[in-house]
């Protein structure tokens, strides 16, 4: 959506294909661009890269067992809160790294929003392997990418580059896990923020 609104600029949402968290924030998006009028800005970035650079990790791997079980509990909850159609993958967590090579190569063809949804409606909803580079060049068709352009493109140099200058990005602006969003700046982390930011961008109108 365009900026519709004189000072209220871009959310930039920094994203990865594999973080649930991720998938289940990115079905909210539309609602905020049409609420506020702000423009929401997809930014791939590698999840696990971040991790490495914060001493960060997944919070499915969280070793105290009442805080694990209470963010599956709360996963649940944003889902029916939502109204949104999920099912936990059975090959979790996924080797997303050709996956979010694909989500730089639709970025630069201005294909970034159909590409992401179309892997998070494949993993989180269908049950699709993110890991399988078949399963990734069948999604960028179903996307409307060129598959020969885009696989050809998986391996090239300036893709792998500036999937690693987006993560670098993220780490050196604070951000320490998925989704994070950068508004005016200010960092919003996880989708339960998502209300807050709208209440600061409602503010700036």
């Known amino acids: 959506m365009e900026n519709s609104s004189q000072g209220i600029g871009v959310v930039e949402f920094f994203f990865d294909l594999g973080s649930p968290w991720s998938y289940v924030a990115s079905t909210q998006l539309d609602g905020l661009c049409e609420r506020t009028g702000v423009e929401i800005r997809w930014r791939p970035f590698l999840l696990g890269g971040v991790f490495k650079a914060t001493n960060n990790k997944s919070p499915f791997l969280e070793p105290v067992w009442n805080k694990l079980n209470h963010q599956r509990e709360d996963m649940r909850a944003w889902i029916a809160h939502y109204g949104i159609p999920f099912n936990f993958p059975s090959n979790f967590p ?4 050709l996956a979010m090579r694909g989500a730089v190569i639709a970025d630069t063809v201005g294909r970034v929003v159909p590409y992401a ?13 993110l890991s399988d580079p078949e399963t990734v060049m069948k999604i960028a068709e179903r996307s409307g990418l060129d598959r020969a352009d885009f696989e050809k493109r998986l391996a090239a140099t300036e893709v792998k580059e500036a999937l690693k200058r987006n993560t670098d990005e993220a780490v050196e602006r604070g951000a ?3 989704p994070t969003f950068f508004w005016n700046g200010r960092m919003f982390f996880g989708n339960d923020r998502l209300a807050l930011l709208e209440a600061f961008i409602g503010r700036a109108k």
């Open 94 to 97: 996924p080797n997303t790294l």
């Open 117 to 129: 949804r179309a892997c998070y409606r494949a993993f989180f909803v269908d049950d699709e392997d």
């Open 176 to 178: 320490f896990g998925s």
